[in-house]
């Protein structure tokens, strides 16, 4: 009998977040490679998110963007890699990405949507680094 809390992918309760290590250099410079990163689990994102995402059974993390002419697709930080469309394309969210940790420096990601703003329209994304003045460096 299965766990109705539990997700069946992730094994985790739905509520919860979960922890994952970054692997490779397609998110660089936000996200380095083996940086772990804490996902919330979700099922929507804006443009401008940080997601985690299943397209066509294979798994991304990279940011959600949204075009002017609402076409949707995942971008790497590192312009190396192409972008991922979604048009046409079976994906769904797995979810955001609320907080990065590099060395024990944490940085929490707090997305809002402006009043008024289109979903084409940049949320603001607003950054926490926890861990204060003088302590470990990056």
Not at 106 to 119: L, M, N, T
Request: proline share 6%.
């Amino acid at each position: 009998m299965s766990d109705l809390t539990l997700d069946n992918e992730t094994r985790c309760a739905w509520c919860e977040p979960f922890a994952m290590q970054v692997l490779g250099d397609s998110m660089e410079p936000e996200f380095p490679d083996q940086c772990i990163v804490i996902v919330e689990q979700a099922e929507r994102c804006s443009h401008g998110m940080y997601v985690l995402v299943e397209v066509e059974g294979e798994r991304w993390f990279r940011q959600y963007r949204v075009d002017k002419q609402g076409r949707e697709g995942l971008i790497a930080l590192d312009r190396r890699y192409p972008e991922i469309d979604l048009t046409g394309r079976a994906w769904k969210v797995m979810g955001v990405i609320i907080q990065r940790n590099i060395r024990r420096r944490g940085k929490h990601y707090q997305y809002e949507v402006k009043p008024g703003a289109s979903k084409v329209n940049n949320p603001e994304i607003r950054l926490a680094d926890l861990t204060g003045p003088g302590r470990i460096p990056q």
